[in-house]
């Protein structure tokens, strides 16, 4: 499936943050996963602990795409879920060590795909930004997200508000543009190493 969205300029490394390529998406960041039973606590609660920056903008943006599928712990249940993490690793595992952010999952395989770590997350798709105004646009970006199902239909849940989707003839005649200048680039690229 393919989704096409016009971005406009303002909101660009937003979306670049959601979709996983921007410089505060969540796999550039320290995190871990683990369930209670993992690190030693009782029930069968699915914890999701991000290691915090100064000024931390993907904290931020985390609160907001997680809200739906997971609930902030507490600074005391941080501190606790932290502590009970280091305490369960070996001895080469390297323990978090600061403050954390954490929250327990409550649609873990949702949660799993916003975070950019499960099977249908969107930055596991191909991810192509282009200058707008080369398909007639003014400004802007356009973003092309091609891959399964569910990222593509993630992508307009996260992305609303942020983007225009672009379908029908249009969206049609974007996606064969791009697909057309990259297999030009590749069969240039190809003819390099002949």
């Not at 609160?63 to 599928?69: G, I, T």
């Not at 502590?83 to 954490?102: R, T």
């Not at 891959?147 to 379908?167: F, H, K, P, Q, S």
């Amino acid at each position: 499936m393919q989704a096409l969205f016009l971005v406009p300029g303002k909101n660009a490394d937003a979306v670049k943050d959601i979709v996983g390529v921007g410089n505060n998406s969540v796999s550039k960041r320290t995190f871990v996963t683990r369930t209670a039973k993992d690190i030693g606590l009782s029930g069968d609660k699915f914890y999701f602990m991000l290691l915090l920056r100064p000024n931390d903008k993907a904290y931020e943006l985390l609160k907001s795409l997680l809200s739906k599928v997971a609930n902030e712990e507490s600074v005391e249940e941080r501190t606790r879920i932290r502590d009970a993490y280091n305490k369960s690793l070996g001895e080469d595992d390297d323990p978090l060590k600061g403050d954390v952010a954490v929250w327990e999952l409550t649609n873990v395989d949702k949660a799993r795909n916003v975070l950019g770590i499960g099977t249908e997350s969107i930055e596991r798709q191909t991810i192509i930004f282009k200058d707008a105004t080369q398909f007639g646009y003014e400004k802007g970006q356009v973003l092309l997200i091609d891959g399964a199902d569910g990222a593509c239909a993630l992508a307009r849940e996260l992305l609303t508000g942020l983007v225009e989707e672009v379908t029908g003839a249009k969206k049609d005649e974007i996606i064969k543009k791009i697909y057309d200048e990259e297999q030009k680039a590749f069969e240039g690229f190809g003819g390099i190493f002949g």
